[in-house]
């Protein structure tokens, strides 16, 4: 009986903590989800169309849908994006580790640094006070309209890695240049030991974009739905005119 207690012991120490996989098909609206935008973001609508949720926003300020606990620690994050419509200069990303209006940020822009060229980011970034710091800056195309694209952001401790369509872009370590006074700097990703917890999101400046089938995985997430099988049973619900935070 003794040895039995033992063996049941060790095996319950072994077992690590649950990891479960959250899937947002937006079939049942954005009952999960809150906004996070940067400072001065103007309106956008939105509206779930064949549970897909269409976001516009007109302004150059990025729109966020967050969901999640602050607590939450490694993770990653799953985002497939169809863009449908470029306003003008903007982005489209995924958020992780978001606590109050802090986050790291991913994302595919042509807006910042006053550069045309377009570029993938991964930042540091406070939306409240306008402030952030660069974790990575390369030259990419910009995201294909009217094609589905898949983003990833996966956190572990102090490490990220952000991926496209399957192909990883940078993690922790990887080498940049960062084009400064005419000068180009090389430098290397930072890690993320800044931002410990937090729950995680997708967003837009300048686009009108499809998301779907959402998907975050990893230690504490609580499990949620299934992807979807039936498009035809899919309803339309449209929303508009979000509250500015």
């Not at 040895?3 to 072994?14: D, E, G």
Request: hydrophobic letters at 35%; charged letters at 25%; proline letters at 4%.
């Amino acid at each position: 009986m003794r040895f039995t207690h033992i063996v049941t012991l060790l095996c319950c120490l072994s077992v690590p903590a649950s990891a479960g996989t959250f899937i947002e098909t937006f079939n049942d609206g954005l009952a999960d989800w809150q906004e996070l935008n940067e400072h001065d973001a103007v309106p956008c609508t939105w509206e779930i169309i064949d549970a897909e949720l269409e976001m516009t926003n007109p302004g150059g300020a990025a729109r966020f849908f967050t969901t999640g606990d602050e607590t939450w620690q490694d993770y990653s994050i799953e985002v497939n994006v169809k863009p449908i419509e470029k306003r003008g200069p903007g982005n489209i990303g995924i958020l992780a580790r978001v606590k109050g209006s802090r986050a790291i940020w991913c994302l595919v822009s042509d807006l910042f640094l006053k550069d045309p060229e377009s570029k993938v980011m991964c930042i540091s970034r406070d939306f409240d006070e306008k402030t952030g710091e660069a974790l990575y800056i390369k030259p990419h195309r910009l995201l294909r309209l009217d094609k589905w694209s898949k983003l990833k952001l996966s956190v572990s401790r102090d490490h990220f890695t952000f991926s496209i369509n399957g192909k990883k872009i940078t993690e922790t370590g990887d080498p940049f240049i960062l084009l400064h006074g005419g000068e180009e700097l090389m430098l290397k990703t930072k890690d993320i030991a800044s931002h410990p917890t937090g729950s995680t999101g997708f967003g837009l400046a300048n686009y009108t974009a499809r998301f779907d089938n959402i998907t975050i995985t990893g230690e504490g997430i609580p499990d949620k739905g299934g992807l979807s099988v039936m498009p035809s049973a899919k309803l339309t619900t449209t929303w508009a005119s979000l509250k500015r935070f």
